[in-house]
Nanobody, 118 residues
Framework: QVQVVESGGGEVQAGGSLRLSCTAS????????MGWFKEREVVSCISRSG???YYADTVKGRFTVSRDNAENTVWLQMNSLKPEDTAMYHC????????????????WGQGTQVTVAS
């Protein structure tokens, strides 16, 4: 049974940082591009090898996506957080980062809540 699990969310003040983690059981993440979604809106995506990364304009320069396939883990470093970043964040496994839409990603976690207080 495939299970994707996110962690690392919480409540921070505006300007603060969080580091989200995503790991999986029953699924080798190295076979997938990994996306981070704010609800169903893509925030970032990293290719299988980690060589290609995508960021939504709203997070460029503030968020950094990374992965370690040996650890079967993906991270999203979130810096300079703003109140509008508040949402449930999900990671999901998909085919690639070329067409990054929620519907093309097959394996989703339950999400981790990020709350940014002003």
């Amino acid at each position: 049974q495939v299970q994707v699990v996110e962690s690392g969310g919480g409540e921070v003040q505006a300007g603060g940082s969080l580091r989200l983690s995503c790991t999986a059981s029953g699924l080798s993440l190295d076979g997938y591009a990994m996306g981070w979604f704010k609800e169903r809106e893509v925030v970032s995506c990293i290719s299988r090898s980690g060589g290609n990364k995508y960021y939504a304009d709203t997070v460029k320069g503030r968020f950094t996506v990374s992965r370690d396939n040996a650890e079967n883990t993906v991270w999203l470093q979130m810096n300079s957080l703003k109140p509008e970043d508040t949402a449930m964040y999900h990671c999901a496994a998909g085919p690639d980062c070329v067409t990054v839409v929620a519907g093309s990603f097959n394996y989703w976690g339950q999400g981790t809540q990020v709350t940014v207080a002003s």
